[in-house]
């Protein structure tokens, strides 16, 4: 849902509108990439899905009704889930996709689940837009220590993307989300 911002900005920056038109990217995304009636788990924003307001009151106003008109329009959603289990219940089949309310809760269980194959998909122009997902490794250029993995992944998914999506028009996104901390990204794993 957001990218590079302070953890303590990502409350104020979710709004149930900017959920639903994400959860229904993904499901695009999902069905443009072959995968159409994508099972899309949503990650909790606080601990335990809120625990019932003990922990804040965002999964229960904000995130449970961007769920609720999803599956009312047909896409295949369950949440908010706690985030400490969203991912294993992803990885043992349940989920195809998971959306994440904060850059790091998403990137840390990519990069566990796959950090050398791992890529970032910048969703909803109408063409794919990929990147390794551990980022550029400046830090070890030029030093015979990178592992191409994640930049091979990204270039063969860029590449089937943009075969299945040739016929595609640009997705129309709104106004704000040019803004760099909000741009909708999608982690894949292969």
């Not at 998971?98 to 990519?110: E, K, R």
């Not at 791992?118 to 030093?143: E, K, N, R, W």
């Amino acid at each position: 849902m957001t990218s590079h911002i302070p953890l303590r900005k990502v409350a104020e920056t979710l709004t149930t509108e900017r959920i639903l038109d994400s959860l229904r990217l993904t499901a695009e995304v999902m069905a443009g990439a072959g995968k159409p009636g994508a099972r899309i788990g949503v990650a909790a924003l606080n601990p335990h899905a809120g625990d019932g307001g003990n922990f804040g009151h965002e999964d229960d106003e904000i995130l449970a009704p961007a769920v609720a008109q999803a599956v009312a329009m047909g896409i295949d959603a369950k949440g908010p889930i706690p985030s400490d289990t969203v991912f294993v219940r992803a990885i043992r089949g349940e989920f195809d996709a998971v959306l994440t309310m904060y850059h790091d809760q998403g990137q840390i269980a990519m990069k566990l689940m796959g950090f050398d194959r791992g890529v970032t998909l910048i969703a909803g122009y109408g063409f794919p837009i990929v990147t390794p997902a551990h980022g550029t490794a400046f830090d070890i250029a030029g030093q015979g220590r990178a592992d191409l993995g994640a930049t091979l992944t990204a270039a063969r998914l860029g590449r089937d993307l943009a075969a299945l999506n040739t016929a595609r028009a640009p997705r129309a996104l709104p106004a704000d989300w040019a803004q760099a901390e909000v741009a909708p990204t999608l982690l894949v794993a292969e």
